[in-house]
Nanobody, 117 residues
Framework: QVQLVESGGGLVQAGGSLRLSCAASRTILSIDLMSWYRQAPGNQRELVAQISSGGSTYYEASVKGRFTISRDNGKNTVSLQMSSLKPEDTAVYYC???????????WGQGTQVTVSS
């Protein structure tokens, strides 16, 4: 497994941008999936975006075209570039790693994103 630490959250006005980073404790080359989830107060945690070891990506419909997930294997990081932010994007954002050979997935501690109207 792997330890994950998120950073880059903060307060931004609607229409603004933020870039979140997820730093892994070791190489991410062999990790099948790296994902970003978010959870707002009163809501369930939801998948926002993910990227496979092969580079294929998935985006939740509400963020498609606004968010971009990427990985830097050399720096062992996964990023989420968020643009055209909306108040409904306000949530704690979590990084997740999963591989088929693992019994359990790994989660970061989360980073707060607040978008003001």
């Amino acid at each position: 497994q792997v330890q994950l630490v998120e950073s880059g959250g903060g307060l931004v006005q609607a229409g603004g941008s933020l870039r979140l980073s997820c730093a892994a404790s070791r190489t991410i080359l062999s990790i099948d999936l790296m994902s970003w989830y978010r959870q707002a107060p009163g809501n369930q945690r939801e998948l926002v975006a993910q990227i496979s070891s092969g580079g294929s990506t998935y985006y939740e419909a509400s963020v498609k075209g606004r968010f971009t997930i990427s990985r830097d294997n050399g720096k062992n990081t996964v990023s989420l570039q968020m643009s055209s932010l909306k108040p409904e994007d306000t949530a704690v954002y979590y990084c997740r790693a999963r591989s088929a050979s693992w019994e359990r997935e790994s989660w970061g501690q989360g980073t707060q994103v607040t978008v003001s109207s």
